[in-house]
């Protein structure tokens, strides 16, 4: 368990960045990972005070708060209704309700969890992270970095796409053994392998919704794949190509309805 010697309610993002900077220090979150990993910091900065928890549509996009329970956007009308259900679909096998009404959508962005559901579906929307400092950064390009003591303060999401999620667990609500999200734009099919069991990565861009199942088969050839407790890499490359044509066509099928 996580020990912390002191707990700081910022009441700023300017406070809560420089508490941040130095090592010592640690954004707590919803703080359901973090907790179970063992640290012993000495403060614990909890960002609750500061209105980072809503999820605003707005004309080309949604943007959500870093402090956005996973439950919030699970259940959440608007971003159902945009994206053909995807993240009720997404985020339902998480853990449990009780976790995913304190777990936070920043907090699954910044710890790059290789587990994530959250990530995968996120990099296929093509989302962007609003951090203190830097400003937006797409989050494909974030995935691939170090760690940092910026802070996560939104997530920008934009419309004109749908999506669908397929995954593999051992059991209901656990950790995902693999999971595929796919996107369909303009621009074609976006898909994104996560649980590889590294950092979720975009696989594909601009593929055509029709593409034959050797297509699938030779993108899984080119991505690299882990061994853990829940699976060996070969299992998960002989599954890859799978979820990636359900997810496609369910991705497709989504796009179908809303016609």
């Not at 945009?82 to 710890?111: C, D």
């Not at 999401?157 to 609500?173: D, E, L, M, N, Y």
Request: net charge positive; aromatic share 6%; glycine share 6%.
């Amino acid at each position: 368990m996580a020990k912390y010697r002191n707990y700081v309610i910022a009441q700023s993002l300017e406070e809560a960045y420089a508490l941040n900077q130095k090592k010592s220090s640690v954004i707590v979150a919803g703080n359901m990972w973090l907790r179970m990993c063992g640290l012993n910091k000495q403060k614990a900065i909890d960002l609750s005070a500061l209105g980072l928890d809503g999820i605003v549509e707005m004309e080309d996009a949604f943007v959500v708060g870093a402090m956005a329970p996973l439950r919030a956007m699970e259940t959440h009308e608007g971003l159902n209704r945009a994206f053909g259900g995807a993240f009720k679909k997404a985020f339902a096998p998480i853990v449990g309700t009780q976790f995913r009404n304190m777990a936070t959508v920043g907090a699954s962005v910044y710890s790059r969890f290789g587990f994530s559901d959250v990530s995968a579906l996120l990099l296929a929307l093509n989302a962007e992270v609003i951090l203190y400092k830097r400003g937006a950064v797409k989050l494909a390009e974030y995935q691939k970095e170090a760690w940092d003591r910026d802070i996560v303060v939104q997530i920008r999401i934009p419309k004109g796409q749908c999506a669908a999620v397929q995954s593999v667990r051992v059991s209901a609500t656990d950790i995902p053994t693999l999971v595929c999200a796919a996107s369909k734009s303009d621009a074609g099919m976006r898909i994104v392998l996560g649980a590889r069991p590294a950092r979720a990565v975009v696989v594909a861009e601009g593929l055509a919704p029709d593409a034959p199942q050797r297509v699938y088969e030779e993108i899984a050839s080119q991505v690299t794949f882990g061994t853990n407790l829940r699976a060996s890499d070969t299992y998960r490359k002989k599954i890859a190509p799978v979820l990636m044509a359900r997810a496609v066509k369910a991705c497709q099928e989504v796009a179908a309805d809303e016609r």
